[in-house]
């Protein structure tokens, strides 16, 4: 009571409090900063351990991506070897290729009797080889001379579809079609095919209504084909030069050129049937001057050093628009796509025009038409055919001389 009346008691009261709450504060200060020193370290520790989680992450991360990374480069590799090994081996490690000399070489035109370029062509090679001289024997053979007689593609059945093992090995009757009995006797002449005795090389001649400039079809991607193909390539600057390669299981060959041991067929066009066009038979002419030009270089010992070439595989055809009952045309090519034989079609890209004025677009995948357009093929329900482009790698080859 005392302490609270007195004037003294009272201010000593109040320094007593004010000690107190000074003691209190202080107190209070000291725990909220030691409170606060240990949030901060806590929190300096969780955002240390954060910080190294996510570094720890982020390595993780980079390294599963270099693992991904790793992972994709080996299987491009992989992939970029098994390419090469499709394409006869790896680049720079090809070994040189040897094959026995061309020493006979047969020059066929007329398999197909309204082709006039090979007929006139096989005419002039007759008149002139008595004066060649060279390292091999050229024998000219008129394929279908019925078919070349009346100038139609043939008489009874599509010649250069008939060279295949079933008609080949087929019995001879009175029945049989003339063209049927004449492939037989010209695997006679020429093979028979797969045997010592068949000629070395074969060209067969054709022409083509469609815009193919100068083309080698084959079916097998023999070295000797592959490299003469490539020096057509090289020397023929006034049209391009390209190869077709028939991807057709052995015993369904069925073209002549098959019949050699090596064989090609040349292709030129565009040239309507029945019809000789200067500018086509010159081309035909340098393609042939070419393929024996090489011929003879090779058989003299001349290294052909190997490569790259593209080349132009058959997958596909397509058949014009008909009508489901009569199986009448009801459409043409379209103008977009005539003559551009060999140029990337797209889906969406015009294909064929009907007849009352729509384009009709192409549906499938990116693939390069040849053949478009081909007369010859109406028959047989083609428009175009199809083809994917390749690179092959060839090696290098020379001749095996004779011991």
């Not at 991360?61 to 991904?68: A, V």
């Not at 290729?97 to 007929?119: F, I, K, M, Q, Y």
């Not at 009175?174 to 090389?201: C, H, I, K, N």
């Not at 384009?359 to 083609?382: H, Q, R």
Request: glycine share 6%; proline share 5%.
């Amino acid at each position: 009571m005392w302490a609270r009346c007195h004037p003294w008691g009272k201010m000593r009261m109040n320094g007593f409090v004010r000690r107190c709450f000074y003691l209190r504060l202080t107190a209070a200060l000291t725990i909220e900063s030691a409170n606060a020193d240990s949030t901060l370290k806590r929190s300096r520790r969780e955002r240390k351990n954060t910080v190294g989680r996510e570094e720890e992450e982020e390595e993780e991360e980079e390294g599963k991506e270099e693992e991904e990374e790793k992972g994709e480069e080996e299987e491009e590799r992989r992939r970029r070897e098994d390419v090469e090994r499709r394409r006869g081996g790896r680049r720079g490690r090809m070994e040189r290729v040897w094959s026995r000399p061309l020493s006979r070489v047969a020059l066929c035109g007329g398999t197909h009797g309204n082709e006039l370029c090979g007929v006139y062509m096989l005419k002039e090679m007759q008149e002139t080889q008595q004066k060649r001289s060279g390292s091999f024997s050229l024998t000219t053979v008129l394929a279908n001379p019925r078919a070349v007689d009346v100038c139609r593609r043939y008489t009874e059945n599509d010649l250069n579809r008939c060279f295949t093992d079933a008609l080949l090995s087929a019995p001879i009757t009175e029945a049989t079609p003339y063209e049927v009995r004449r492939a037989q006797e010209l695997s006679a002449l020429l093979g028979p095919r797969g045997s010592e005795e068949a000629v070395d090389l074969v060209c067969d001649l054709h022409s083509t209504t469609a815009n193919m400039g100068v083309c080698l079809i084959s079916h097998l991607t023999s070295p000797v084909g592959l490299h003469l193909f490539k020096y057509l390539q090289e020397k023929i600057t006034s049209a391009p030069v390209r190869l077709i390669l028939l991807k057709t299981p052995l015993p369904e060959i069925y073209s002549l050129e098959s019949l050699g041991k090596h064989g090609i067929a040349i292709e030129v066009g565009p040239q309507p049937h029945g019809v000789l066009r200067a500018d086509v038979y010159n081309l035909m002419r340098e393609a042939v001057d070419r393929a024996l030009e090489w011929t003879e270089s090779f058989n003299s010992g001349t290294v052909f050093e190997g490569g790259e070439v593209e080349v132009y595989i058959v997958v596909d055809k397509k058949d014009y628009p008909r009508d489901p009952e009569t199986q009448q045309l009801t459409a043409a090519i379209h103008p977009q796509l005539q003559d551009n034989d060999f140029c990337l079609l797209k889906p969406g890209d015009p294909a064929f025009m009907s007849f009352s004025g729509e384009t009709i677009c192409y549906e499938g995948e990116e693939l390069y038409p040849i053949f478009v357009n081909e007369g010859a093929y109406y028959e047989k329900k083609t428009a175009f055919q199809l083809s994917r482009k390749e690179s092959l790698l060839i090696p290098s080859i020379s001749v095996k001389k004779e011991q």
